[in-house]
T-cell receptor
């Protein structure tokens, strides 16, 4: 089944404790992206990747890192999480930037 | 800065009503406009519009783009309770202005009551 998977689905952590949210797709998509969704602000792009080893900042990259060592995986790293990073995070992939995006199930992160 | 504005932000209707959701954008010469439906989970793709004036249709849902007036509408006829969701609009700007950043609107929360 074609899908985008994210782990963990729910995470409660404390300020400053490094964490990684994994994202994997099995559709051989070149384009992958991370979004955060907050009430009243909609979906905002954090980082995106056009292909392996090619990543770039989205609209709200501060406090996040990504890597794209393999085509299928695009982890999101929070080196020192803060409470303002409490949010719902979605990973998405598509054949290209202009193709329809397939979204993962979301990761609800709470930073206390 | 690219901007996508959706209206209304919230809408409550009864089953069987027809609704029109609006998406306006401050991005000229963009590549495509996309509509997504988000229930209590991840967004799912509905339509991609690239040409002005050409309606895309899927069952009771349809959408059209007006590139001159910089807006798109999403119509849902004979609404059902299963149409209750947040509907998101996203614009794909030209490469030279925003790299590869898609811009989403805030979404319209549609509630269909029985």
């Amino acid at each position: 089944e074609a899908q985008v998977t994210q782990n963990p689905r729910y995470l409660i952590t404390v300020t400053g404790k490094k964490l990684t949210v994994t994202c994997s797709q099995n559709m051989n998509h070149e384009y992958m992206s991370w979004y955060r969704q907050d009430p009243g602000l909609g979906l905002r792009q954090i980082y995106y990747s056009m292909n392996v080893e090619v990543t770039d900042k989205g609209d709200v990259p501060e406090g996040y890192k990504v890597s794209r060592k393999e085509k299928r995986n695009f982890p999101l790293i929070l080196e020192s999480p803060s409470p303002n990073q409490t949010s719902l995070y979605f990973c998405a992939s598509s054949l290209s930037r202009s193709s329809e995006q397939y979204f993962g199930p979301g990761t609800r992160l709470t930073v206390t | 800065e690219d901007k996508v504005v959706q209206s209304p932000l919230s809408l409550v209707v009864h089953e069987g009503d027809t609704v029109t959701l609006n998406c306006s954008y401050e991005v000229t010469n963009f590549r495509s406009l996309l509509w997504y439906k988000q229930e209590k989970k991840a967004p799912t793709f509905l339509f991609m519009l690239t040409s002005s004036g050409i309606e895309k249709k899927s069952g009771r849902l349809s959408s059209i783009l007006d590139k001159k007036e910089l807006f798109s509408i999403l119509n849902i006829t004979a609404t059902q309770t299963g149409d209750s969701a947040v509907y998101l609009c996203a614009v794909d700007p030209p490469w030279e202005t925003s790299g590869s950043r898609l811009t989403f609107g805030e979404g319209t929360q549609l509630t269909v009551n029985p």
